[in-house]
């Protein structure tokens, strides 16, 4: 929001956007309405311009609608300025409503990144117990397999008995 400083007598008073805007728009009026009288004015000069024969009076009537000319043109001028500045005024607001929809935009964007990311280091976690799981899984079923393998060479091989009973086999010899 800009400011305007200015002397009213001898204290400064601060201005706001607003009141200077307020202000120009109040001027726009005096200066229209200063523009129509001018014109006013000038109109009745050019129509005593029309009556009047060639002399001094009429060489006046000439200056003063040259001087109204001017002046016209200047208050034209300072209308143009002052729209100027109204519709920058108006353009500044858009761009600053344009700005506060943007920042709460990228609040918001920040605020689900956020949560994005931390949605993203939960799955990540999950997947690695998950991976762990299928690892201690594939180990242990490496493992049953082994033993079954180990059972099926049990089977499949002649069984070798062992008699620790010295009466069972007759060929023991006690020492």
């Avoid at 204290?11 to 009141?19: A, V």
């Avoid at 500044?92 to 409503?97: F, M, N």
């Avoid at 964007?109 to 690892?135: G, I, P």
């Amino acid at each position: 929001m800009s400011t305007m400083v200015f002397p009213s007598g001898e204290k400064l008073e601060r201005l706001n956007q607003e009141e200077i805007i307020s202000s120009t728009r109040l001027v726009i009026q005096g200066l229209d309405a200063l523009k129509n009288e001018h014109n006013t004015i000038l109109h009745s000069l050019v129509e005593t311009i029309k009556c009047l024969a060639k002399d001094e009076e009429a060489s006046l009537v000439y200056e003063k609608s040259s001087l109204l000319r001017k002046s016209v043109e200047m208050i034209e001028l300072g209308l143009a300025e002052a729209q100027v500045m109204t519709d920058l005024a108006s353009h500044l607001g858009t761009i600053e409503s344009e700005k506060q929809k943007v920042r709460a935009q990228v609040r918001r964007l920040c605020q689900e990144n956020q949560w994005l990311r931390d949605e993203l280091a939960n799955t990540q976690h999950k997947l690695q117990k998950s991976e762990q799981n299928v690892a201690q899984l594939e180990e242990e079923k490496k493992h049953l397999e082994f033993m079954n393998q180990m059972k099926k060479y049990d089977k499949d091989s002649p069984s070798v008995v062992r008699q620790t009973d010295p009466y069972a086999d007759p060929f023991y010899i006690d020492r």
